[in-house]
Nanobody, 125 residues
Framework: VQLQASGGGLAQAGVSLRLSCAAS????????MAWFRQPPGKEREFVAGITWSGGRTSYVDSVKGRFTITRDNAKNTVYLTMRSLKAEDTAGYYCAASPEEGYGSNWSLLRYDYWGQGTLVTVSS
């Protein structure tokens, strides 16, 4: 599976952006998909995840109620809709694919075999 992230850019605080992650490969629909981010000078963190069917999602507390992860298996694409952006959302955003199923609090611990190249989101306050 190859992943290509896009949709980042410069945004003012309070607006919305939608990131996309297009996957190649026929097995996309069998993978748990997730978005991670790495702010400047900080470690990478899990942001959101979605199971292969889209039936279960998970979010880091700092984005709950503002970010939504969805997927379209027919288009081999996973999305991250980010609303009410804050300066602290500034980061490189990376999509990732795991053959393991996300549940409970294990999402950040899954084995993510495939990673996209990242797309930069810069939020000005």
């Amino acid at each position: 599976v190859q992943l290509q992230a896009s949709g980042g850019g410069l945004a003012q605080a309070g607006v919305s952006l939608r990131l996309s992650c297009a996957a190649s490969g026929r097995t996309f629909s069998s993978y748990t998909m997730a978005w991670f981010r790495q702010p400047p000078g900080k470690e990478r963190e899990f942001v959101a995840g979605i199971t292969w069917s889209g039936g279960r999602t998970s979010y880091v507390d700092s984005v709950k109620g503002r970010f939504t992860i969805t997927r379209d298996n027919a288009k081999n694409t996973v999305y991250l809709t980010m609303r009410s952006l804050k300066a602290e959302d500034t980061a490189g955003y990376y999509c990732a694919a795991s053959p393991e199923e996300g549940y409970g609090s294990n999402w950040s611990l899954l084995r993510y075999d495939y990673w996209g190249q990242g797309t930069l989101v810069t939020v000005s306050s």
